[in-house]
């Protein structure tokens, strides 16, 4: 896993403080990563307009420029001027090289956005709106430095972002680069190296993104096993029967040795391999809420009277009893934004739209976590959220295939085997999560369904 930081303004004070580093150094390794990037995809003489803000998120644009000048075609536009003092320095030196400020932003190979950088907490001038809706349209490579213009220290859009190809942000990931809104306008991110090792650069941090390398399957290592060694699931199917079922073939197919579902309707159809129960039996972890409505609300008294592990899903975070479950240990919740919001007035952390959620994933879900810190909640998004004890990992790799009725329903039962095999409820909804969002990277990515990925967890082999 990745450290990622809500700001990096105090790693580079330590630069400063301890390594002896100024701004002017940092500056000059942030443009040549920048710089990098550009010597590798385009061919000397190629036309690069920069577009650079007022500040030192302008400056670093403009030192790209006097590093490319002489081998490209530079053209450097600002729009709104040179305010800061490392801004006008580096035009100095540009101007110093022979490179021009040009009154537009023209056409040509590549753009670079360096107008505003991830300090933005305001809507952009209407002018700077404009601007970003003409760059976004011109066919060219988009390069946005350390973040798109237009997306705001928390990542969302103020009311319009640059649509970058490619991001690179100075000294490490922040945050904002992972909010749901920054998954259509970041494209690629790279870290630049400002000048120091990133293992001196890094601090501590309750971030972390977690990575496709990170992935742990439950491959079988033991050979003296049998079916209850890999334990057995529960999964309550409710009123949309569809939506258990699909759970409990999503929990066989990632390793559980014996997977049931329990239902009171006698008819229910179900694929051979899955088990009928009728009474909640002796599980090893229980999954439940997906299509439940009301059936088994007389049953809530004896579920909570269970020690297992349980993943909890959809119906139940409208019920008020979901505060009981959460006084237990080894829970995990995956709700939805709208599910999220109704969980968080229940529990008297605050009456959220669904907007206010999207707009504030990330502080809401370490609230959450800070109150019940032993609970496991994973908040589905664009890019999911998993809190646990007041820290944050972000699982990034999802794809827009998943936006599909039961994705939910197949993670909510493959976080459920992983329980019923024993795995530690972080550990499990980590690993289950990024097995979900691999399995979803699918092509068309409008032909993914719940059958499919359930599938495509046997391509890990």
């Known amino acids: ?32 990563e920048m710089a990098l990037e550009i010597y590798k995809k385009f061919p000397k003489f190629s036309k690069i307009n920069i577009v650079a803000g ?10 790209l420029g006097r590093i490319l000048h002489g081998d490209y075609v530079v053209n450097l536009y600002l729009p709104l001027g040179a305010k800061s003092k490392m801004c006008k320095l580096q035009l100095e030196r540009f101007k110093a090289v022979g490179g021009r400020v040009k009154k537009e932003c023209e056409s040509g190979d590549v753009i ?12 952009l001038p209407g002018e700077i709106i404009s601007l970003i809706r003409r760059m976004n349209k011109a066919k060219a490579f988009k390069i946005a430095c350390d973040i798109p213009t237009g997306l705001d220290d928390k990542g969302n859009l103020r009311p319009v972002a640059f649509r970058a190809d490619l991001t690179v942000t100075m000294g490490a990931e ?26 001196k650069y890094k601090g501590p941090t309750k971030y972390h993104i977690v990575q496709k390398e990170d992935l742990i399957l439950p491959i079988r290592r033991v050979k003296n096993a049998h079916k209850r060694t890999f334990g057995h699931l529960g999964v309550l199917v409710g009123e949309k029967t569809g939506a258990g079922i699909m759970a409990a073939m999503a929990a066989f197919n990632f390793g559980a040795g014996l997977v049931s579902v329990v239902s009171h309707n006698e008819n229910i159809n179900i694929p051979y391999e899955i088990m009928h129960s009728h009474h909640i039996e002796n599980f090893t972890a229980l999954a439940f809420g997906m299509g439940l409505n009301n059936h088994f609300d007389d049953e809530m008294e004896k579920i909570l009277s269970l020690d297992i592990p349980m993943v909890i899903d959809a119906d139940m975070f409208y019920k008020d009893v979901i505060k009981e479950f959460l006084k237990k240990d080894k ?65 990034p790799n999802g794809s827009v295939a998943l936006a599909k009725g039961g994705s939910g329903d197949v993670l909510a039962g493959m976080i459920g085997s992983l329980l019923a095999q024993k795995w530690h409820p972080l550990k499990a909804t980590i690993h289950a999560s990024l097995a979900h969002s691999i399995a979803g990277d699918y092509k068309p990515n409008y032909a993914l369904t719940p059958l499919k990925l359930i599938k495509r967890l046997e391509d890990f082999a």
């Open 112 to 123: 670079v956005d360096a107008i505003f950088g991830s300090g933005l907490k305001r809507d």
């Open 1 to 32: 896993m990745r450290p990622v930081y809500k700001e990096v303004y105090s790693l580079d004070r330590k630069c400063y403080e301890k390594y002896h580093l100024t701004e002017d150094i940092l500056m000059e390794h942030a443009a040549y």
């Open 331 to 395: 829970i995990v919740l995956t709700p939805h934004p709208k599910e999220f919001a109704s969980l968080l007035k229940i529990v008297g952390l605050g009456d959220y739209s669904v907007e206010d959620v999207q707009l504030n994933r990330f502080e809401l879900a370490e609230m959450f976590s800070k109150n019940y810190p032993d609970v496991v909640l994973l908040l589905k998004g664009a890019n999911k959220i998993i809190a646990y004890k007041g820290n944050l990992v972000i699982d």
């Open 54 to 63: 007022p500040g030192n998120n302008g400056a670093d644009g403009i030192t």
């Open 174 to 199: 922040k945050l904002s680069l992972y909010s749901d809104f920054a998954k259509d306008y970041v494209g690629k991110i790279k870290v630049a190296n400002l000048g120091v090792s990133f293992n």
